[in-house]
């Protein structure tokens, strides 16, 4: 008897990993050859795995539910003493087979040097004439190669062209892609898989498409975004707030806080006091998702989404949790400034751990933002809209026309779940309606 | 057009300059009773007198000295290094003060002087008479490093070297001298220095060389014609200053490159080409550049067999061509 490990086996050349479903024997039990023994799940088939031999299973290595890498051990069977050897022969010549053999290909490595080898007392022309087919050429061996890389000609013709490289034939050793071939697809016309990567940067004539260049900000805010969707599941809550009291507020003390501050009192600053506060309560929102840890922030760095003229900038307050409403407002100011006038420095933008996204001002009263990754949440402040709305008194019901806003989260579901979040917005939505037009601005 | 062999391209040229202009004068080891060693200078010595055809003591820093000095004080001389092996003493006289006449006065003198050097192997000349040491010389700002591989090219540099007002290290392939024929036209004519020759037009590789081995990087891109395989052969001509917009419109044109030189590897001017191109047609490459060159070893052997071994063929080349091709 002897142990040997069972590995999942490569399914296809694109998949990887895979997860590990139920086990459909245990340890102990014995299994014949092609027995079904797990079930293997990747994102492109869902199967039962045979057992590769006959024997008894061990232990389980992968539990299920654990994603593994394609060729990882995943269970430990006893097999008999020749199952073993068979088994450790046909891993071994796969992996001789599969390696690749460059080294045989190279002209440097199969000349005899000066200095080596024995010379027989022969004619010298005999010498060299049995000697030049060995410096001549080894063939290249025409082996697949699993991945592909391209050369800085072939990249740049394909990228210039707009050629999507995967489906172009490569002729080259190893069935690399070479110039000639790209040469050739461009010269067969555009590839019919990517229709859209032809750049374009002037206007055809009416009605027909007009392709634009992005700008690198533009590109920069595309793959963030691409990266925080891929990466970061995205969950929602949207909280109503009756922000009629603070209107009032802001109404009632404009005059005099711009008279004692200097600056204007905007709906911003209580927003940002608000949030502020809510985040120290509620520190699980104030966090990131750090290699399989989730990390706490010490400080509460809030980011403001801005328009600015090249696409969407986030300027930082730092510890904004720590500054009263006059404070924020005098940060505020200057901040926005900057970032709408696009000079902003390196440290107006540093340190964020959560964004505030004030969509209200263009207009929207709902909104679902993605999440400046690796925050673990951003929320919208929507547009405050006067609203018929229901209160209930000591009197009973009764309708009233309030000013109303929506507070929208997009949280990090590996972080948060909807309950923290809920504790969040209710913590927010509370810090939001406790003015009144004649409370005291700190 | 008459047909003539590289040593009498060059002694032709010498002769005519000679004939041309009263300042130049020629001298070095056995030029003069004995026409040279490889008889680059025979006839001159009864053509002009022993004043402008001096047989020197076999000494080379005195050589090198001496051309120096005459030139600084306007005369243009060709002093022959008998065989390159042997210039190590008037190192000193060419890279230590030739290469900084110019620019140690801010020009107001210059060493319009020549230095012709015999070089490389495949002659049987063993560890002393064999080597191919130009890279040294290439490597120096202030000199000007010519290595012709044709009769054509030979006389119509060498005349333009000696009618430059800056050193230049003219060097000869001695297997080259009786070996390679051509024509070359009747009458005056120069070459410029820092021009390189596309010897061979092709769009499949391009392939930098010099000196003997480009003759046969030619023989084998005859080869690999008949292959399907078309390259383009660039004769460098100049080692410094170096032609880099030949050298970098080829390989635009090919995306793949390979230098050749019977030079070791490691340090050789391939090196360089390598880098340059790297630097300046990076996103045109297609391929990693490839170099044949001579092994690292300290010398050409003297042993038949190994010399065969140490010098790049034909067959040697045309098999990296074909790897070039292959990628």
Request: hydrophobic share 40%; glycine share 10%; proline share 6%.
């Amino acid at each position: 008897m002897a142990t040997i490990g069972i590995e999942l086996p490569h399914v296809g050349e694109s998949v990887t990993e895979a997860v590990i479903g139920k086990w459909l024997k245990q340890p102990g039990e014995s299994v014949e050859k092609f027995d079904a023994l797990v079930e293997v799940v990747t994102d492109k088939v869902s199967m039962e795995f045979p057992a590769p031999h006959t024997g008894i299973l061990k232990s389980i290595v992968a539990e299920e539910g654990e994603t593994v890498p394609m060729g990882a051990v995943i269970a430990q069977m006893d097999v008999d003493d020749a199952t073993a050897k068979a088994a450790e022969a046909a891993s071994e010549s796969e992996a001789e087979a599969t390696a690749p053999n460059r080294v045989g290909t190279l002209i440097q490595g199969a000349n005899v040097g000066p200095t080596g080898g024995t010379f027989r007392d022969t004619a010298l022309e005999d010498q060299i004439a049995k000697r030049a087919p060995v410096a001549a050429v080894a063939p290249a061996p025409q082996q697949p190669s699993g991945e592909r890389s391209y050369s800085p000609v072939v990249s740049r013709l394909a990228a210039v062209n707009g050629i999507d490289l995967s489906t172009v034939t490569g002729t080259g050793r190893n069935g690399r892609v070479t110039k000639q071939d790209v040469q050739t697809a461009i010269d067969a016309g555009p590839s019919t898989s990517s229709t859209s990567s032809t750049p374009v940067t002037q206007p055809g004539p009416v009605g027909e498409d007009l392709v634009i260049d992005p700008s690198p900000i533009r590109r920069m805010i595309a793959s963030h975004m691409v990266r925080s969707v891929s990466e970061i599941p995205h969950a929602w809550s949207t909280v109503e707030v009756d922000m009629t009291g603070l209107v009032a507020c802001r109404t009632a003390q404009r005059q005099t806080f711009r008279e004692r501050h200097g600056v204007d009192l905007t709906f911003l600053a209580f927003t940002i006091y608000a949030v502020a506060g809510a985040l120290r309560d509620n520190p699980l929102v104030n966090s990131t998702w750090e290699d399989g840890k989730i990390r706490l922030k010490g400080r509460v760095n809030l980011g403001l989404a801005v328009a600015a003229p090249d696409g969407l900038v986030v300027p930082v307050i730092q510890d904004a949790d720590r500054e009263g409403i006059a404070g924020l407002a005098k940060k505020i100011a200057p901040l926005v400034e900057r970032a709408r006038s696009g000079s902003l420095a390196l440290a107006d933008v540093q340190g964020g751990t959560f964004t505030l996204n004030n969509t209200g001002t263009l207009g929207s009263v709902l909104g679902g933002a993605i999440i400046n990754h690796p925050q673990a949440a951003i929320v919208t402040t929507e547009a405050i809209v006067k609203r018929p709305v229901v209160l209930s008194g000591p009197q009973g019901d009764s309708i009233a026309i309030r000013s109303m806003m929506n507070i929208c989260l997009s949280f990090d579901h590996r972080i948060i779940d909807g309950a923290e979040a809920s504790a969040f917005m209710q913590a927010f939505k509370r810090n939001l309606e406790v003015w009144t037009s004649d409370s005291e601005l700190n | 057009m008459p047909e003539m062999t590289v040593i009498e391209a060059v002694r032709e040229a010498i002769r005519e300059e000679m004939e041309r202009d009263p300042a130049v004068f020629t001298l070095g080891e056995d030029i003069g009773a004995r026409g040279g060693v490889f008889l680059a200078t025979e006839g001159l010595l009864e053509q002009f007198g022993p004043e402008r055809v001096l047989d020197t003591p076999l000494a080379e820093a005195s050589i090198g000295g001496i051309a120096l000095g005459a030139a600084v004080n306007g005369m243009r001389p060709i002093a022959e290094i008998e065989f390159g092996d042997f210039i190590w003493p008037a190192v000193n006289q060419i890279i230590g003060e030739a290469a900084r006449v110019r620019y140690g006065t801010q020009g107001r003198r210059t060493a319009p002087m020549v230095l012709r050097v015999p070089y490389g192997g495949g002659v049987r000349g063993g560890l002393f008479h064999s080597q191919s040491i130009e890279v040294a010389f290439a490597h120096q700002p202030g000199l000007k490093v010519i290595a012709p591989s044709t009769p054509y090219d030979a006389k119509g540099l060498l005349k333009a070297a000696i009618r430059d007002d800056d050193p230049v290290i003219f060097f000869e392939h001695k297997r080259t001298y009786r070996l390679v024929k051509g024509d070359v036209p009747d009458g005056d004519y120069t070459i410029p220095i820092g021009q390189a020759d596309v010897k061979r037009t092709g769009s499949d590789m391009t392939v930098v060389s010099y000196g003997l081995v480009l003759h046969y990087c030619l023989e084998a891109a005859a080869t690999l014609a008949d292959e399907g395989i078309d390259v383009e052969v660039i004769d460098l001509r100049t080692l410094r200053p170096l032609d880099t917009e030949t050298i970098l419109e080829s390989v635009r044109k090919t995306s793949k490159a390979m230098v050749v030189h019977e030079d070791t590897k490691a340090g050789g001017i391939g090196g360089e080409i390598a880098a340059v191109i790297a630097e300046e047609a990076f996103e045109d490459l297609d391929a990693p550049i490839k170099r044949v060159a001579g092994p690292e070893v300290p010398a050409m052997p003297f042993s038949p067999l190994l010399e065969a071994e140490f010098m790049p063929s034909a067959e040697k080349i045309a098999a990296a061509m074909r790897e070039l091709a292959a990628y």
